[in-house]
């Protein structure tokens, strides 16, 4: 039974940080592709972040040089650090798995959400 289950959102203003988790069961994150997506209200939910089973990384442009994904292995969970928030970041951020080890694979599981509020 895969589950994804994410914490770490909040309410800050801009300038600041957050670190969201992603924490996966049922399954080894090393052999999948992971990814972060976001929604904002009236909008369509869209990439931020994906990391490749193999480390590869990629990012949304409007994101690029804040935020940072990663991953523990051994831990089996995902992360988003998020540097420099802007109120255009205002979110709910869903972590989700991969169909296979790369991004182009598809996605099959989606996590709950965490809601990022920036002031």
């Known amino acids: 039974h895969v589950q994804l289950v994410e914490s770490g959102g909040g309410s800050v203003q801009a300038g600041g940080s957050l670190r969201l988790s992603c924490a996966a069961s049922?399954?080894?994150?090393?052999?999948?592709?992971m990814g972060w997506f976001r929604q904002a209200p009236g909008k369509e939910r869209e990439g931020v972040a994906y990391?490749?089973?193999?480390?590869?990384?990629r990012y949304a442009d409007s994101v690029k040089g804040r935020f940072t994904i990663s991953k523990d292995n051994a831990k089996d969970t995902l992360y988003l650090q998020m540097n420099s928030l802007k109120p255009e970041d205002t979110a709910m951020y869903y972590c989700?798995?991969?169909?296979?080890?790369?991004?182009?694979?598809?996605?099959?599981?989606w996590g709950q959400g965490t809601q990022v509020t920036v002031s």
């Open positions: 990391i490749d089973s193999d480390g590869s990384t």
């Open positions: 989700a798995r991969g169909r296979g080890g790369r991004w182009s694979s598809g996605w099959v599981y």
């Open positions: 049922g399954y080894t994150i090393s052999t999948y592709c």
